[in-house]
Structures are given as structure tokens and as C-alpha cells.
């Protein structure tokens, strides 16, 4: 089970992340499977929600797992975080952590359809 870690720290009256996948805690069957099947790509933007009424949108930016990590993501208090600051940093968190976890398990439980042979009759 791969180890995820979300630092969190204001800085320069910046809100600053930085999500960490600990290379040594990958199993060695994640990297076979991110050989094979290419590395998961995570959006630390789009669509927020918290199905609560707090919502907001970001622009997309992608990052390859574990290749591009640690990833840095760094917010002032402005749109959208000028209002219920607080709440949407907490949910942007929760929402990366969710996309990094879904993307194991995503990969996990893909299967190789391409190796095998092909016989045609002609």
C-alpha cells in the first residue's frame, strides 16, 4: 500500500500543499502495473464540490504518479478561495487525496488485455 502525505503550511500569507508519495512504500507490483499500463494521471484542478454547497472550479492542471511527486500546490486568499477559505482548502485536500487514491485502485485492478496471441485463418 503506497504511503500518501499531505503537508499543508501557510507561508508568505500563501496556503501551501504538497502531496508526497513515499517512492519506498510502492509496491514493487504498482511499478510492474505503472510499467505496463502507464503512469495514472492525477488533476490537481477541475471541480470541487462537497455536495454541501461549497463549490468551485480550478484550472486543470495534470501531474503523472508517481513520477511528478512530490506536487506543490500554492493558494492566496483570493477567488475562489477569498470566502469560506477555510472550507474549500480543507475540501481541495480531501478531493486530491481522493483522485490520488482512485488512481491506485484504479490501477490495481486493471488487466492486461493486449499480451496473447492472435490466430486468423485466411
Known amino acids: 500500500m503506497a ?5 499543508q503550511s501557510i507561508q508568505n500569507d500563501n496556503y501551501v500543499f ?8 510502492i509496491s514493487s507490483d504498482d511499478v510492474a502495473r505503472i510499467n505496463k499500463f502507464g503512469a495514472p494521471i492525477i488533476d ?15 484550472p486543470d492542471i495534470y501531474f503523472n504518479l ?3 511527486f512530490p506536487v506543490q500546490q500554492t493558494f492566496s486568499a483570493v477567488a ?13 485536500a480531501s478531493t ?9 485502485t484504479t490501477l490495481r485492478g486493471l488487466t492486461d ?5 492472435t490466430v486468423n485463418n485466411i
Open 3 to 7: 504511503t500518501l502525505r499531505t503537508y
Open 18 to 25: 504538497v502531496f508526497s508519495i513515499d517512492p519506498a512504500s
Open 44 to 58: 490537481f484542478g477541475g471541480s470541487f464540490n462537497n455536495g454541501i454547497g461549497v463549490s468551485y472550479t480550478l
Open 66 to 68: 508517481p513520477a511528478d
Open 80 to 92: 475562489p478561495f477569498d470566502t469560506n477559505t477555510m472550507v474549500k482548502l480543507a475540501l481541495y
Open 96 to 104: 486530491i487525496q481522493t483522485r490520488i487514491t482512485s488512481a491506485f
Open 113 to 117: 488485455t493486449f499480451t496473447g496471441e
